[in-house]
């Protein structure tokens, strides 16, 4: 286990499991037909490529770097797009895949964009989900695992960028934040 870590949240194998029942899901509501898989960089990356991998239906690969600058004293919210979409989200079944819903105000915003372009259909799969920092009416369509307010890290999600590498999830130590 890295040393920063205190305590594994979810193991490789928890997450495996996890996203094999999700993907069975996945394949009940799309039942054959092709789905653009939208994913949120950095952190969703790892959670993208083996739910992509699990699935029975055909995907295609798009990808968005966004971040909102909405906080609970920005009501408003905007969105920053870093890096856009490559392909037209019009008249496909769009899944967006994130590692984590929060405050939710990335996810809100993000999908006030992508419904204006009149997709097919427009949904969220979110691994992990921490309802008790919503700022924003969102939920997600599928979602892994429910959490509690805990600072976790690993399997796409970071620190100050660091430990998306890791392959399970776990609590980081608070020395680690507190020393810098
Ligand atoms: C994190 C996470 C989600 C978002 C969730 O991304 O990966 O995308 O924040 O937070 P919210 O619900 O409060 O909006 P971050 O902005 O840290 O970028 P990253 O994915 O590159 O780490
Ligand atoms: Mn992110
Ligand atoms: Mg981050």
Known sequence: MNKDISKIYFSAEDIKVKITEMAKELDAVYEGEEV?????LKGSLPFFV?????????VMFDFICASSY???THSSGTLKITKDLSTSVEGKNVLVVEDILDSGNTLFNLFAH????????LKLCCLLDKPS????DIKA????FTI?????VGYGLDYAERY???PYIGILKSEVYENR
């Open 50 to 58: 083996d739910l992509a991998r699990c699935v029975s239906f055909p």
């Open 141 to 144: 369509d599928f979602t892994g």
């Open 148 to 152: 509690p307010d805990e600072f976790v």
């Open 164 to 166: 998306r590498e890791l």
């Open 114 to 121: 992508l419904s204006k372009q009149n997709p097919k259909s």
């Open 70 to 72: 909405g906080s609970s």
């Open 36 to 40: 653009l898989f939208v994913g949120v």
């Open 133 to 136: 920092r919503r700022e924003r």
